[in-house]
């Protein structure tokens, strides 16, 4: 178990928890003073009322909640969203409506999930070639359907 620290924003925000023993992340709930629309084909920064602080070598991402994405057509626009060790500002999410009707997100609204995650850090070595791969520069598409 590593050691997350958070700070309350505002005394009424409700902590992150994990619902199950086998649950990878926390719901992250919104922090609102009165309702957010979301219209369609568009996006609104939703608050969450908390900032964190974790060791570095480590990240936390932001990932939708199946639920909004699969009953309201809710997603997050920039999935994974990356929250970097030494970011202590207010954890923001971005939704987004992907459907044909206006979405309210309320209060308390559990709007997306965060999942600790390790990062390893890479060192660059600039090389005239590459190794071959059976693949090679085939792209999108290029392993079949």
Do not use: W
């Not at 719901?27 to 920064?45: G, R, T």
């Not at 602080?53 to 990932?63: D, N, S």
């Amino acid at each position: 178990m590593v050691k997350v620290l958070v700070k309350r924003l505002n005394s009424k925000v409700k902590l992150p928890e994990y619902k199950t023993s086998g649950s990878s992340g926390m719901d992250l709930m919104a922090c609102l003073d009165s309702p957010i629309k979301i219209v369609p084909n568009s996006l609104e920064l939703i608050p969450t009322g908390l900032s964190i602080a974790m060791p570095e070598g480590l990240e936390i991402q932001i990932r939708p909640r199946s639920g909004l994405a699969a009953k309201s057509n809710i997603g997050i626009l920039n999935t994974p969203g990356t929250i970097d060790s030494d970011y202590r500002g207010e954890l923001k999410i971005i939704l987004f409506n992907h459907g044909n009707e206006d979405f309210i997100v309320n209060n308390n609204d559990r709007v997306a999930q965060m999942v600790l995650v390790p990062i390893l850090k890479m060192e660059l070595e600039e090389v005239d070639q590459l190794p071959k791969s059976i693949r090679g520069s085939g792209g999108f598409g290029s392993t079949g359907k």
